[in-house]
């Protein structure tokens, strides 16, 4: 069955650097756009990143726009989330995602991870 | 403030008919799909509707989507308990380059 498992969420001091990773299982990973979601408590879910089936093409939130970085590693059925310049408002519960296409242009988010929880602490 | 604007809170009884609605722009609605998302509390998102209007199996037909022009709803007939939980829209907008969620709306079963 599907499944994407994140890890290296964590307590990280404001300004600092942090990567969560996402493997995916059960399914041909590097078949599918992927995309990053993250959710502060008790808040709506906002979208972070997406990168396309083969790393091609990457698009980011404004939010996060030049302080995160998207990537993947098909011959790992690995996604990665590299963050930077970390500030409070980036904690969250960060969901991986995957896209029924390609490319992520659709949204068609069919599986989801369990999350993973990032607090920034100032 | 959500590019994709939902009321924050919707209600119904068992057994009724309740709506959500999504309103966007020509950028996203007007001219891009729309999903719908369920999310159960402590749970992750849950794909509702794609394409505006097309369930995934498993999703029971009591949920619908439909869209027009800029706006977009989402009907729950038979409303049960166990839609008690929240909803998002979400589509991809050529603007921004991006993916824009609904600020989401919660739907309590009375």
């Given at each position: 069955q599907v499944q994407l498992v994140e890890s290296g969420g964590g307590v990280v001091q404001a300004g600092k650097s942090l990567r969560l990773s996402c493997v995916g299982s059960g399914?041909?990973?590097?078949q599918f756009g992927m995309h990053w979601v993250r959710q502060t408590p008790g808040k709506g879910l906002e979208w972070v990143a997406v990168t396309w089936y083969d790393g091609s093409n990457k698009y980011y939130a404004d939010s996060v726009k030049g302080r995160f970085a998207i990537s993947r590693d098909n011959s790992k059925d690995t996604l990665y989330l590299q963050m930077n310049?970390?500030?409070?408002?980036?904690?969250a519960v960060y969901y991986c995602a995957r896209d029924?296409?390609?490319?992520?242009?659709?949204?068609?988010?069919d599986y989801w991870g369990q999350g993973t929880l990032v607090t920034v602490s100032s | 403030q959500s590019v994709l604007t939902q009321t924050p809170s919707a209600s119904g009884t068992p057994g009724q008919r309740v709506t959500i609605s999504c309103s966007g722009s020509s950028s996203n609605i007007g001219s891009k799909y729309v999903y719908w998302y369920q999310q159960l509390p402590g749970t992750a998102p849950k794909l509702?509707?794609?394409?505006d209007n097309r369930r995934p199996s498993?999703?029971?037909?009591r949920f619908s989507g439909s869209k027009s022009g800029t706006s977009a709803s989402l009907a729950i007939s038979g409303?049960?308990?166990?839609?008690e939980a929240h909803y998002y829209c979400a589509a991809w907008d050529d603007s921004l380059r991006g993916v824009v969620f609904g600020g989401g709306t919660k739907l309590t079963v009375l």
């Open positions: 399914f041909t990973f590097n310049s970390l500030r409070a408002e980036d904690t029924r296409d390609s490319s992520g242009y659709l949204v068609e988010l | 509702l509707i794609y394409r498993g999703v029971p037909d409303l049960r308990s166990e839609d």
